[in-house]
Structures are given as structure tokens and as C-alpha cells.
Antibody
Framework: EVQVVQSGAEVKKPGESLKISCKASGFSFTTYWIGWFRQMPGKGLEWMGIIYPADSTTRYSPSFQGHVTMSADRSVTTAYLYWSSLRASDTAIYYC?????????WGQGTLVTVSS | QSVLTQPPSVSGAPGQTVTISCTGS?????????VHWYQQLPGTAPKLLIYDTNNRPSGVPDRFSGSKSGTSVSLAITGLQAEDEADYYCQTFDTNQSGVLFGGGTTLTVL
């Protein structure tokens, strides 16, 4: 079964760092891009960026460039999204998805709560 | 405000047909990039519903269909059912913004 499974919910304080994960299975991890998305409470989907695990090429949305870092580990077929310093406004559900010409399948989402 | 414009909400009674529009421009839909639709049921992750304007993935009922005209695409849902209540998003690529675009999303209410 083709799927991506994300890590569990996180509660962090402002200024802390965080890395969430997206584990791929059922397909060749190095022949697809992986996309990351943010959904703030009660809001729509926002594209954050994509990563090509074969060579870790990344493309960031201008809205997220410099605030998050995408990476991938081919040995464990897992993509990651990293913040070095969280803000309260980073509170959201984060999704990953496999990208061919469209995004499918999607992970179940990781809820990140940033609060002092 | 999204570059792809969707109505915030639509509604219909069971059995009726509703249409959700997604209006872009010459730098995205009008440039010939594929347009895709996602369904997000309450409390769940988005799911691919329609790809490349009018193609359904396996398992998606044929009550869902897509079409395109110029710089706009539409999603039609016929024979509306209660389980169709969800948020629907269109998505494509934009050359000006050099990236993936989503519409703002449309909430479908089944009356």
C-alpha cells in the first residue's frame, strides 16, 4: 500500500526547535517529490515546499523560506520538516504528501501547538 | 487572498447538483497546468478527488466530475449525499509565483 505516515502531535514553547517526520512506504522514495503543507486552525491549505529525496533538492514557498527546513533520509525513507525557533503563529496542522503531477497520498497530519 | 478564487461556501439538498468554481489567470490555469481537486472531510487529511481537470482516482464515485473553461475550472457533484459535506480545494502551479497554488477552499453544506 502506498502511504505516508506522519509523526505524532507536538506541544512546544516559543523559541524551541522541532522536527516532524513523514515516513513513506509502498513506493520508490527516490522517484517522487514530497510536499509539505500548513493548515492553520479553521483555515485553508498552504503549500510550504517540496523536497526530492533522491538528491535533497528543495523548493520553498516564499512565505516559508528561511523559517523552516526540509530534509530527507533515504535510508529510512523519511522526510522531515524542521523549525529552529518556533513561534506561536506556527500552531497548525502540518501535512506531507507524495507529489507526482498532483499530491497523493497525504499523511494524516501532525498537530503542532506552540504556547508558552 | 488566494490567487485561485473559490466561493467560500456552497450548499444543496440531498440528490441535488452543486458546482464549485475555481478561477485563476493566464499564469496558472490559463497556462495549461494541470488542475486538481482535493476533498477534506471534517477532521481528516485532504484526499485527492480529481486530477488533471477531469480524472477520478480509483474509488472516487462518478458523481464527482471536473471541467475547464479558459482560466477557470469547476467541480460538479451530482446526487448530493450527506457524506459529501466537506471542504474542497483546487490546486495547480503558477509560473509567476514559481510554485504550487491552492484555492482558498469551499465548504459544502448538505442541507
Amino acid at each position: 500500500e502506498v502511504q505516508v505516515v506522519q509523526s505524532g502531535a507536538e506541544v512546544k514553547k516559543p523559541g524551541e526547535s522541532l522536527k516532524i517526520s513523514c515516513k513513506a512506504s509502498g513506493f520508490s522514495f527516490t522517484t517522487y517529490w514530497i510536499g509539505w503543507f500548513r493548515q492553520m486552525p479553521g483555515k485553508g491549505l498552504e503549500w510550504m515546499g517540496i523536497i526530492y529525496p533522491a538528491d535533497s533538492t528543495t523548493r520553498y514557498s516564499p512565505s516559508f523560506q528561511g523559517h523552516v527546513t526540509m530534509s530527507a533520509d533515504r535510508s529510512v525513507t523519511t522526510a522531515y520538516l524542521y523549525w529552529s525557533s518556533l513561534r506561536a503563529s506556527d500552531t497548525a496542522i502540518y501535512y506531507c504528501a507524495r507529489k507526482g503531477d498532483w499530491f497523493d497520498p497525504w499523511g494524516q497530519g501532525t498537530l503542532v501547538t506552540v504556547s508558552s | 487572498q488566494s490567487v485561485l478564487t473559490q466561493p467560500p461556501s456552497v450548499s444543496g439538498a440531498p440528490g441535488q447538483t452543486v458546482t464549485i468554481s475555481c478561477t485563476g489567470s493566464s499564469s496558472n490555469i490559463g497556462a495549461g497546468y494541470g488542475v486538481h481537486w482535493y476533498q477534506q472531510l471534517p477532521g481528516t487529511a485532504p484526499k485527492l478527488l480529481i486530477y488533471d481537470t477531469n480524472n477520478r482516482p480509483s474509488g472516487v464515485p462518478d458523481r464527482f466530475s471536473g471541467s475547464k473553461s479558459g482560466t477557470s475550472v469547476s467541480l460538479a457533484i451530482t446526487g448530493l449525499q450527506a457524506e459529501d459535506e466537506a471542504d474542497y480545494y483546487c490546486q495547480t502551479f503558477d509560473t509567476n509565483q514559481s510554485g504550487v497554488l491552492f484555492g482558498g477552499g469551499t465548504t459544502l453544506t448538505v442541507l
